[in-house]
């Protein structure tokens, strides 16, 4: 499995970007796909995840109402919508999947995800 991130780039607070992750080497027909990032100096945190069926959104607190991911199931595609971004939003962001159906408890662990993608970077700053 590939996964293929982009959008990232240089926005200013207040502004909006939309990275897509593209999955190929397999379809994606349940598990869950989504996003963590990693700021400057700092540790990698979870940002958001998607079931794959779509029925179930997870977010981190520091993001819920600005941020919405979503899933192109016809384009193996997932999205994150960022808006009303702040500069502590400047990070790499990276995309990660994995086939299994992820336990609640266990959304937010670096460990539930199989497969990464290369991070793509945000910087959000006048």
């Known amino acids: 499995v590939q996964l293929q991130a982009s959008g990232g780039g240089l926005v200013q607070p207040g502004g909006s970007l939309r990275l897509s992750c593209a999955a190929s080497?397999?379809?994606?027909?349940?598990?869950?796909m989504g996003w963590f990032r990693q700021a400057p100096g700092k540790e990698r945190e979870f940002v958001a995840v998607?079931?794959?069926?779509?029925?179930?959104?997870h977010y981190a607190d520091s993001v819920k109402g600005r941020f919405t991911i979503s899933r192109d199931s016809a384009k193996n595609t997932v999205y994150l919508q960022m808006n009303s971004l702040k500069p502590e939003d400047t990070a790499v962001y990276y995309c990660?999947?994995?086939?299994?159906?992820?336990?609640?408890?266990?959304?937010?662990?670096?460990?539930?995800?199989?497969?990464w993608g290369q991070g793509t970077l945000v910087t959000v700053s006048s």
């Open positions: 990660l999947a994995t086939p299994k159906r992820v336990i609640l408890t266990a959304i937010s662990a670096q460990s539930s995800y199989e497969y």
């Open positions: 080497g397999r379809t994606f027909s349940s598990g869950t």
């Open positions: 998607i079931r794959w069926s779509g029925v179930s959104t």
